[in-house]
């Protein structure tokens, strides 16, 4: 089954990392990333540019809103996400567990509802 591990994380503590540390936890993600991809599980992964990019589009009586930036106000940003399959959510999870994003910000598990064709 294919499980969305969503990052969420706070983009103002990330900007304040020095070189050194930003390096380090980009060779965290670099390992888990092999590691997913090693046990045969990965699908797809990406990083997302900082929410302030983001546009944000909803349809009101009709008439198309465009709004852009993030329509919410929250404390963490998604800021990226791996898409992996695997037998069940607990194994989704442990794998969810040992992102690094786990420990600096919030890992979302989502099952995947595939959409019929």
């Known amino acids: 089954m294919e499980y969305l591990l969503l990052i969420h994380a706070e983009e103002a503590e990330g900007n ?12 965290a993600y670099g390992a888990y990333t092999e590691a997913l991809a090693k046990a045969g599980v990965m699908r797809g992964a990406n990083r ?20 852009n930036g993030p329509y919410a106000e929250t404390r963490e940003q998604l800021g990226g ?20 994003g786990a420990s600096h910000g919030t890992m979302e598990v989502r099952p995947i509802w595939p959409v019929v064709r």
């Open 16 to 27: 304040t990392l020095s070189p050194g540390e930003m390096a380090e936890r980009m060779a």
């Open 48 to 67: 997302l540019r900082s929410a302030d990019t983001g546009t944000t589009v909803r349809l009101r009586s009709g008439k198309t809103e465009v709004l």
């Open 81 to 100: 996400y791996y898409l992996i399959d695997v037998p069940d959510l607990d194994t989704a999870l442990a794998w969810a567990a040992r992102c690094p």
